[in-house]
């Protein structure tokens, strides 16, 4: 029997209809089906994706393969149970309502082989706004190193395994983890491998955000996404020693879940669970939280963790709702030092060093910060936004201050100062919000933009404290988009544009309709 060169893994739960071109992208590839195996393990979907499976295993027999199995609650015993079944060379998993582009699995079958890679990663693009960092897919790399690279921060399992170096060192899924399995077993690869390469000369994956938006990462508890945050850094401790190598992958874990935990939403949690959190996040920093780690975290993430560590829960609360509801706090200033002046800032009772509040080497970020005062619509060419900043002297130090919504550059057109700060109005054009949106549509964040203290720098706009989303129905030739200004999760002012589709109206109506319709 022939052995194919790529086994491709899926752990499918409830995911039509994207399950159906998630397999069609799979038995469409030019790699041929004589060269694929597809491994699908339902875990006891309800919605007919099992139904669906067995679809495609009849019209593909020998290269779809379905395993039902009762619900697991998590990818990874599914995905694992995929592994035990798998006979190709490499190995490949995908989300069941993603999809590849149709060359991809040749391309990165032919890198592996070209390279004699162990690990390889094709450029991944979002779809509907789905969030993907892609620092790592600046250029074709034939061999990138973990621990110097930003590989750390794309670590999601959708890359390419040669399976003789997952089967040599045994690994595995944890199946105690609901949410983030993927990421002690990329890990431990990408450790592993003698060589990891990116290709950023196709688009290879197309992670799909459901406009139902039940993807488990967006659905995850804050409890939830502790767990997970303690297994997979207590993981990475067990498996890299201590110092640089260690920090910079463990720099990725603190910025994104530990730091995620101490968002805005941790005000709507009940005290029981914000301490719960509170006194998980400090055993993490008292454990893992080098100075080096600490001196690369955004001030805002930075200085919760260490509310978090050094305070209680009202000193945790204090400088989150400084964010969420005060405002910017304000600069202190002492020669050529510059401070964040968030509660706690040289408070005796706390003891936190000046380093947990420092900004001096992003002092013009820190200029460029804006509290989003309002969003409208100026007839049927600009999105007017009005915002304030609390430094009276931002004309002096920023007289060319700008705003721009993704590529899309706004023109200033007010900058007034007063006694208690300063008010920017910008128009940004429809045109450039409008163009070449995919149909999914796009997300835009608006930042602001300097020249001051002989540097650049740039901030996203905060949202308002309390924002309302506002919908906005814009024609364009002869296509409607929707643009919809409202806050993502870290509170930054975002603007969403679509264009309106069949597909896109009857996801609204499902949505607005009643059970049944009526």
């Known amino acids: 029997m022939t052995v194919p060169d790529v086994t491709v893994i899926t752990a499918v739960y409830n995911t039509m209809p994207y399950l159906t071109r998630c397999l069609t992208s799979l038995v469409e ?22 139904r669906e499976l067995d679809r495609f295993a009849r019209l593909h027999p020998g290269t779809v393969k379905v395993i039902h199995q009762p619900n697991s609650g ?50 991944t693009v979002g779809v509907n706004s789905r969030y993907i960092h892609q620092a790592i897919f600046a250029t074709t790399e034939p061999d990138v190193d973990l621990f110097d690279s930003a590989l750390p921060w794309s670590l999601s399992n959708t890359k390419l395994f040669r399976r003789a170096l997952i089967e040599r060192y045994g690994l595995r899924y944890p199946e105690d983890m609901p949410v983030g399995s993927d990421q002690p077993f990329t890990i431990e690869a990408c450790v592993r491998a003698r060589r990891i390469s990116v290709l950023a000369d196709y688009d290879y994956y197309y992670a799909v955000r459901r406009l139902n938006a039940r993807n488990i990462t967006y ?43 101490l968002e805005n939403d941790f005000l709507s949690l009940d005290r029981q669970t914000q301490e719960q959190v509170r006194l998980g996040v ?75 509040f420092e900004i001096t080497d992003t002092a013009a970020d820190w200029i460029a ?35 721009r919504a993704g590529d899309t550059v706004g023109v200033t057109v007010d900058l007034t100062a007063d006694a208690t700060g300063t008010t920017v109005r910008a128009r940004i054009p429809l045109a450039g919000l409008l163009a070449d949106n995919a149909l999914g549509g796009e997300l835009r964040l608006i930042r602001a933009e300097v020249e001051a203290l002989g540097t650049r720098g ?23 988009h929707v643009i919809t200004t409202t806050t993502n999760h870290k509170g930054q002012l975002v603007i969403a544009v679509a264009p309106v589709t069949p597909r896109r109206l009857m996801a609204r109506l499902r949505r607005r309709l009643p059970l049944g319709g009526k």
């Open 282 to 356: 400090r055993h993490l920093g008292e454990r893992h939280l080098t100075d080096e780690i600490r001196d690369r975290l955004p001030v805002e993430s930075r200085v919760r963790l260490g509310a978090a560590w050094h305070g209680g829960l009202d000193d945790l609360l204090a400088v989150i709702r400084q964010d969420a509801e005060v405002g910017i706090p304000p600069a202190v200033v002492e020669g050529d030092r510059w401070y964040a002046g968030y509660p706690g800032f040289r408070d005796e009772r706390l003891g936190m060093p000046d380093r947990w």
């Open 369 to 403: 910060r804006l509290d989003t005062i309002s969003v409208a619509l100026d007839g049927n060419r600009a999105l007017s936004v009005t915002a304030r900043s609390p430094r009276s002297d931002l004309p002096r130090l920023a007289p060319g201050i700008r705003l």
């Open 29 to 50: 590839q030019t790699i041929g089906r004589d060269r694929l195996e597809v491994i699908a393990v339902d875990d006891g979907s309800t919605d007919g994706s099992g």
């Open 458 to 480: 740039g901030a996203a706009l905060r949202g308002t404290a309390r924002p309302v989303p506002q919908r906005t129905l814009v024609r364009r030739g002869p296509r409607l």
């Open 219 to 261: 659905r995850s508890r804050h409890l939830e996404r502790l767990r997970c945050a303690e297994s997979i850094i207590e993981f990475v401790a067990g498996l890299v020693e201590p110092g640089k190598r260690r920090d910079a992958v463990l720099l990725r874990h603190f910025t994104w879940e530990v730091a995620k935990l």
């Open 74 to 123: 998590g990818p990874a015993a599914p995905s694992n149970r995929g592994l035990e079944q798998a006979t190709g060379r490499y190995v490949f998993f995908i989300g069941s309502d993603d999809y590849l582009g149709p060359e991809s699995l040749e391309r990165l079958v032919g890198a592996a082989d070209r390279y004699d890679s162990d690990v390889v990663l094709g450029r």
